[in-house]
Structure formats: structure tokens, C-alpha cells
């Protein structure tokens, strides 16, 4: 959308790409692309950001139409890699009676992930990363190959815990490549159940402790209660809206995705986030609640693009 003034950063979001397959009442389905970073590059693009999804997926009849959507949502996937006689992944999303999604995944990606090219990033752009993707061992090669890219490039490196329940049992194997993704990053998000995980704690001040070591500026969510943002300099609670939502799948992928926007239209001129100011911290941080709650309030997993100038103001 024209009126906002993004800067220029270019946003790569590396991670799985899936069909998600998506039922109210367990028998019938709708057919939406997703996988998290799919859903934070589709809304970003909508809304005029310049962004590149990093991704795998199928030379498949899916696999095309996710190519096609990708396309025509401003989305590019230069860096994508189709995979010849593999299907793409699929995931059955299950929303239960407060709209929230179980899932079951089924893969079909070759164990190896093949040479392919990578991206040469600037010092303005923005690497999102994370998920299971991010730990993986099959792709941990790939991750750290852009990681150590990013870094070297001085991008601002975003990275999304979003531990599931199945991978728990990983943890003491997962744990060095989770603290590797911490300490690479720029910014860290996890909800409380990610951060019980992977180190045993609930409380806000703990957990930043821990964090803080390897990465400054944290992003903890609670559910539908207040979150919280640590930065070097200050930390601030922020209210979440009450909604009755449609679904809340994508929920925090857009949050990702609306704090990124935040940043990229952000008025300051400076490129070192530790800079930022409080009040630029409240836009950013309402950009992201504001894609999270139109996201709820759809049956997509991505927000619509039709957001009016100081759409995020009624967030903070």
C-alpha cells in the first residue's frame, strides 16, 4: 500500500512450507498454503514489503498452486527449491471449540537438502527464521549456512522459538542448535510454553535472564494475556485486545510478520535496533498485534493487506 513508506530492507523468511488442510468439525476441509514463515511472507507482501520466502516444496499439483499463490500475493521464491518427485508436505489443522488449531503433519522432502543458491544479504535486510526448521537436523547445514551470511551481512536476524509439544522430547539433543539460533539473532520471540521447554522457567525477568546473554531484544507472549518486550535499555507489558476469534492459526507467525512491517516503515533513519526509541518500540510492537488480530478474525492465515494509515495506534 503506498502510503506506507517501507524502507530499503529486504525481508527473506527461511522455513517449511505445507498445505494446510484445515477442519471445524474433523470431517470436511478447506485447502489453504501455510507452514509459518509462508503465512508472515504472504501478509508482508500484501502489504508492499519486499520479500523472499526461502523455502521446499513439491513439483506436485499443490506445490504449483502454492507457487502461483506465492506469486500473486508479491511474494518471491527465487530461493525455493522445488524437489523433484516428492509431494508437498501436508498439515491437518483441527480448530477446537475456542478456534484454536492440533495438528498432524505429513512429510515428503528428501532426507538431504540438495545444493541450491542463497540469497547475498545487505546490512538493511531482515532474516525471520525458526520453527522446527530452524533445529532440524537434516537442514541444520542450510540454516547455519544463512545464518553465518546474515551475520556477516550485519542483518537484523528475527528468530521464532514456536516449539512444539512432539519436539519437546528433543530438547538435550536440540539444545545446542537452539542456543546457536539465540545467540545469532537479533531478536527472539517465544511464547511461555516455548521458553517452560527449553529452559524450565515461566517468569518473564527469568527468562530474559537466561536470554539475555546471547540475545538483548526478547519478545515473550502469554496467550491472550499481556506480553512482554525486553530491550538493553527498558522493558514494557502490553495489553492484548479481547476477540472472539475465527481462527487462530497464523496468529503468531503475523505477529512476526507485523513486527517486521514495523520496522521496515519505521520513520528512523537509524539501522541499529538497540537504537530504537520507546515510541518506536510501541509502533512496532502494535504493527505486530495489529496483523496477529486481523489474522484471528479470518479464516485465512494471513491478513487481508487493507489496513489504514495508523492501524496499529489502537494496539498500544
Request: charged share 20%; net charge negative.
Amino acid at each position: 500500500m503506498t502510503y506506507f513508506r517501507a524502507k530499503n530492507r529486504k525481508v527473506y523468511a527461511l522455513g517449511e512450507t505445507v498445505l494446510d488442510l484445515v477442519s471445524d468439525d474433523g470431517l470436511m476441509f478447506r485447502a489453504v498454503p501455510g507452514g509459518s514463515m509462508l503465512n508472515a511472507s504472504v501478509s508482508l507482501g500484501r502489504m508492499g514489503i519486499d520479500v523472499e520466502l526461502i523455502s521446499e516444496f513439491g513439483t506436485d499439483i499443490a506445490g504449483d498452486q502454492i507457487a502461483n499463490f506465492l506469486s500473486s500475493n508479491s511474494v518471491q521464491s527465487t530461493y525455493s527449491f522445488r524437489h523433484l518427485n516428492h509431494c508437498t508436505s501436508l498439515s491437518l489443522a483441527f480448530l477446537d471449540k475456542d478456534r484454536n488449531a492440533s495438528y498432524s503433519f505429513y512429510h515428503d522432502v528428501p532426507e538431504e537438502m540438495p545444493n541450491s543458491e542463497t540469497p547475498e544479504f545487505q546490512n538493511d535486510d531482515i532474516l525471520l527464521f525458526g520453527s522446527f526448521y530452524a533445529v532440524k537436523p537434516n537442514r541444520r547445514n542450510y540454516v547455519l549456512k544463512l545464518l553465518q551470511k546474515a551475520i556477516k551481512a550485519s542483518a537484523i536476524i528475527y528468530y521464532d522459538l514456536n516449539i512444539r509439544k512432539a519436539h519437546a522430547s528433543k530438547l538435550d539433543i536440540l539444545m545446542p542448535s537452539f542456543l546457536n539460533n539465540i545467540a545469532a539473532s537479533t531478536i527472539v520471540k517465544g511464547s511461555d510454553e516455548d521458553f517452560f521447554h527449553l529452559f524450565g522457567l515461566s517468569d518473564a525477568e527469568a527468562i530474559y535472564k537466561k536470554v539475555s546473554p546471547y540475545c538483548k531484544l526478547l519478545i515473550i507472549t502469554y496467550g491472550e494475556k499481556p506480553m512482554y518486550i525486553f530491550t538493553p535499555k527498558y522493558n514494557k507489558i502490553y495489553n492484548i485486545n479481547e476477540i472472539k476469534p475465527v481462527s487462530t492459526i497464523g496468529a503468531g507467525d503475523n505477529f512476526n510478520a507485523g513486527f517486521i512491517f514495523g520496522i521496515s516503515t519505521l520513520d528512523s533513519a537509524t539501522k541499529n535496533i538497540d537504537d530504537f526509541q520507546p515510541d518506536e518500540i510501541d509502533r512496532i510492537v502494535g504493527c505486530g498485534l495489529a496483523f496477529a488480530t486481523e489474522t484471528c478474525l479470518s479464516a485465512e492465515n494471513y491478513i487481508s493487506g487493507n489496513l489504514e494509515m495508523d492501524f496499529w495506534k489502537k494496539f498500544i
